[in-house]
Structure formats: C-alpha cells, structure tokens
C-alpha cells in the first residue's frame, strides 16, 4: 500500500493560496482543515473557500470538518468539489445516513476520532467510510506534538480493516514529521497530514517526497 501525502494548508500563507497549493503539486491531496470555533476553539475558513480551492487546485482535496452537525453541513463540501470529506463521529448523529450522502454526492468519506476517543463503538462504522482519521493532536491548531499514546489506536484500526478484508485507509494527523511518520507508518497508518512540516521547509517537493519514502519504507 502506497504512502499517501496530504500537506495541510493550515500551514500556508493564507494570503496566497492558489500559489502555495502549486506549492505541494507533488502531493497526493491538498488537506484543507474547516473550524467552526464550537466543535474546536479556532475558525479557519468556509465553504465559499474550499468551493474556489478546488476549483484552482492542482492536486484533490481532502476537506477536514471540524464542525459541530457535520450532519447538516459536510454535504455541502463535497457538492463543493472535495474529493474527500472526513466529519468527526464526536460531532455527528447519523454518521450512516451522512456517509451515505457523501458518497451519492461522489465524495470519499473520512470517519474522524479526537484522540481520546475510543474505536471499539464505532468498528460497525469501517463497511460505509473509505478513510478513517486518527487525530494524533487534539484537533484545533496546527504545530502540535505528535501523541505517541494514539499509537495502539492506529494499530488497532489497522487491524480491524485487515481482518474485515475492508480497502479503508488510516489517516494521521498532527504533529506529522520525518521524526515521527516511521511511527505512524509503522502502526499501520498509510495517509499522512503534515502541515508545518511541508510548508516551512525550503523545498516543500522535497519535504513530501522524503516522507513518502520514510512512511513507504516503514510502512505496516
């Protein structure tokens, strides 16, 4: 299974965006993170901003709501041009009908945890998404630590797909380094956010490529 980069805008000049997309061309996905101030205590940006960064974007998006009634709003994302929506199952309460929805709209779905959050309740969940996102931050804010305690989480959700025989993909988020994504490729993860990590470099093409032979050459 290949490594899957998916630099966070979060990290860019917001003042320039369709130039710092063109920066991380060489990326799988554009990950685009959507803060509500209620679900998490930050405000990023809305859904007229990811509709015209898809729209310029040379590479998909992968459209992160950390909202509260994702139930209600996380369609509107994928009418937008998303390629993948991830909600946080925290926040929503018909996460079947939701992903359902997305998918009908032509969206990949991502089920997201917050750290603290346990798999077990939700392993039913695995047959109707295509990615599940194991926050290894607690969502909100860029430039975090990586949580090493989410680690037996990763291998946990690993383990789970590979013994429903389920294509799901293992994503991970926050704090996301070339000191830390042999740990999380380790685990089983095989979709990486970076933000910092890719945008402070020098030479962003150079920093995705370095993590995806890092994540490629640990990978589970």
């Known amino acids: 299974m290949d490594a899957i980069i998916c630099p966070s805008i979060l990290a860019a000049d917001f003042a320039n965006l369709e130039r710092e997309l063109g920066r991380i061309a060489s990326a799988d996905y554009a990950h685009v993170d959507v803060m509500d101030n209620h679900f998490v205590p930050n405000l990023t940006l809305g859904l007229p901003v990811v509709e015209r960064l898809a729209a310029v974007s040379p590479i998909p998006i992968d459209t992160h709501l950390m909202i509260d009634d994702p139930d209600r709003w996380a369609p509107g994302f994928?009418?937008?041009?998303?390629?993948s929506v991830t909600f946080h199952i925290e926040a929503a309460k018909a996460p079947v009908r939701l992903a359902r929805e997305l998918h009908r709209l032509g969206a990949r779905v991502g089920l997201a945890l917050r750290p603290?959050?346990?798999l077990e309740p939700y392993l039913d969940l695995l047959r109707e998404?295509?990615?599940?996102?194991?926050?290894?931050?607690?969502?909100g804010f860029g430039g975090q630590e990586f949580l090493e305690s989410t680690l037996p989480k990763i291998r946990q959700a690993r383990r789970a797909v590979n013994e429903l025989g389920l294509d799901v993909w293992v994503q991970v988020d926050g704090g996301v380094s070339t000191s830390t994504i042999e740990l999380a490729a380790e685990a089983g993860a095989n979709v990486f956010v970076a933000g910092s990590a890719v945008y402070k470099a020098d030479d962003a093409a150079a920093q995705i490529a370095e993590l995806r032979s890092l994540a490629a050459a640990h990978r589970h």
Request: aromatic share 0%.
């Open 116 to 118: 603290a959050t346990a």
């Open 78 to 83: 994928a009418e937008a041009g998303s390629a």
């Open 129 to 139: 998404i295509d990615m599940l996102l194991v926050m290894t931050v607690e969502p």
